[in-house]
């Protein structure tokens, strides 16, 4: 089943409107291809969030344009836990319920900035899921001046009227504005509509309702130029209610009709928004982007920073000194500058950022990649994740006796980011260590990061948050500096692309036990590829 919901604030202003898809039969792979096709429509690349979901699903969300993504605190991600109703405007949920979404341990997050486009996706291991298409313009919430148009052009270009408010339909959406919204949004006219489409769900996923372009309430799709799909007006014309005004949606099932008596003008508007909502947006060709950000012919400096810290006192580690040298190869292949300090104090490993942010200034990349022991610990009321120095105390668990001996990720990221264009963050830390275990460091993981600090910049972790992560047969590297060895030089694939691979590769490595994770800013427009060609 097909749900369309559109939302209005109470100056008559576009907000959002979404598409969702229930079920949708996602192949390996498909979520990424997806996302890199709009990449292409759109320009420009997107601000990725993926998640892992219990039993081996997976959620991904895929932001682009103006609008913001920002986490709730710990205080709303709690009250939504409890079943308490939040008031921080449009929230944006991996399940499309923010309750449900907050329970099960995953990030809720509210929307805001401009106009964008979203595209989010959850899905169970074999493959089968919800899929939600959404157009958004989070600034529509504010009072509209005289000069602007009721019927605001939203985002890239779709320009929308919407007919009156009609019966509602419990909807499957990403955006739980009915719940969630607070007094700003009070007054939204909703208009929802379910439909039956004949298509499949691999046919949207092959050509989604992509932003659409200006339209008339013709109920012609738009074309497409891309590979041959199931057609979603194939199926026969519905016949027309009797004393109702129907329009076609995709899969050519009738829209919910317009009563017989309701104002010509109203059912123009329902058909021009629903129509609006089925364009699409025109396949990019299907041979994979040749020309990356950052061709390696004509890159400026790439610098490289890799701590390996292993010889702790009260609990060792064997691999980090081998994860430097996997890495530190990889890297110099590609063309950067690498430099590597070892088994540093805490004293060593601040000097040692402090003069790799010098290095960085005016770097087209600057990449730093930490091997070691690392925690989370409460800091005047809020997680503090730490990178551990050789010099840490670990006779004692309390947090004062961590930080002590360990580096904030904090202060490294803001002595380092927005010195190069792009800046890439490597985390393999929260290593699972009997030793440590035993006294009670054992749930020690990394608490969510900070966004905020965490612009132009790209950080991977080798492991979720909250958990721990592999150290790896002795001598042989970890699994996630295995991972990033072979993967990063890959030609013509993008650092986004490049964390799905290694994500994947660890997975399997540890039988599913350790699962990386990232988080992301605005990199440069074009992304990052680290090695000039075409990806294979």
């Excluded at 298409?133 to 148009?149: C, Y």
């Excluded at 058909?271 to 400026?300: D, M, N």
């Excluded at 890439?424 to 460091?441: K, Q, T």
């Excluded at 054992?442 to 948050?465: D, K, M």
Aim: hydrophobic share 40%; glycine share 10%; proline share 10%.
């Amino acid at each position: 089943m097909i749900w369309m919901s559109i939302f209005r604030s109470p100056a008559d202003a576009l907000v959002e409107i979404t598409q969702a898809v229930d079920p949708a039969f996602f192949r390996p792979g498909d979520a990424e291809r997806e996302i890199q096709r709009l990449s292409h429509d759109f320009g420009q690349q997107p601000r990725i969030i993926p998640a892992d979901l219990p039993a081996g699903g997976h959620s991904i969300i895929a932001a682009w344009g103006a609008v913001t993504l920002t986490p709730l605190d710990s205080t709303n991600m709690d009250a939504l836990r409890g079943g308490t109703p939040v008031h921080s405007g449009l929230l944006l949920a991996a399940l499309g319920d923010p309750r449900a979404t907050a329970r099960l341990g995953l990030q809720v997050y509210g929307l805001g900035g401009g106009a964008g486009f979203i595209w989010s996706a959850n899905y169970n291991s074999s493959g089968k899921g919800v899929l939600r298409i959404t157009a958004v313009d989070p600034s529509g919430l504010s009072p509209h001046s005289p000069s602007q148009p009721a019927a605001p052009t939203t985002p890239f270009g779709m320009a929308l009227e919407f007919a009156p408010e009609a019966p509602s339909t419990p909807p499957a959406l990403g955006l739980d504005v009915a719940a969630q919204r607070g007094p700003t949004v009070q007054g939204e006219k909703v208009v929802v509509a379910a439909m039956q489409p004949a298509a499949t769900a691999d046919a949207l996923l092959a050509n989604p309702a992509g932003p659409p372009a200006p339209s008339s309430a013709s109920t012609s799709p738009a074309p497409n130029s891309g590979p041959a799909a199931p057609s979603a007006s194939s199926a026969p014309a519905a016949p027309e209610p009797s004393g109702a005004s129907a329009v076609s949606v995709p899969g050519g099932a009738p829209a919910a009709p317009m009563p017989s008596n309701a104002p010509a003008a109203s059912a123009s508007s329902s058909a021009s928004a629903i129509q609006t909502a089925e364009a699409k947006v025109e396949q990019p060709p299907a041979a994979p982007l040749a020309s990356p950000a950052f061709p390696l012919s004509r890159i400026g400096r790439r610098v490289a920073l890799i701590v390996a810290n292993g010889a702790y006192s009260a609990a060792p580690l064997t691999n980090p000194t081998v994860d430097a040298d996997l890495v530190s190869g990889s890297l110099e292949k590609i063309g950067f500058s690498v430099t590597v300090k070892k088994d540093l104090d805490l004293d060593g490993f601040e000097q040692a950022i402090s003069e790799f942010a010098e290095t960085t200034r005016g770097a087209e990349i600057a990449l730093f990649y930490f091997a070691g022991h690392g925690f989370s610990v409460a800091d005047g009321g809020r997680q503090q994740n730490l990178l551990m120095a050789t010099s840490a105390n670990f006779s004692a668990k309390t947090a004062l006796a961590l930080e002590g001996g360990g580096e904030p990720l904090d202060h490294v990221e803001e002595t380092i980011i927005g010195r190069a264009r792009a800046t890439l963050i490597f985390i393999d830390a929260c290593r699972n260590v009997p030793a440590l275990a035993s006294r009670g460091f054992g749930s020690r993981g990394f608490a969510p990061l900070n966004a905020s600090n965490l612009e132009g910049a790209y950080v991977v972790l080798s492991t979720r948050v909250g958990q721990t992560a592999e150290d790896g047969a002795g001598g042989q590297g970890s699994p996630f500096a295995r991972a990033f060895a072979s993967v990063l030089p890959t030609p013509g694939l993008r650092i986004e692309d490049a964390y799905y691979r290694m994500r994947e590769q660890v997975r399997k490595e540890t039988s599913g036990v350790q699962v990386p994770d990232s988080i992301r800013s605005d990199l440069p427009e074009g992304g990052v590829v680290l090695v000039e060609g075409n990806l294979k």
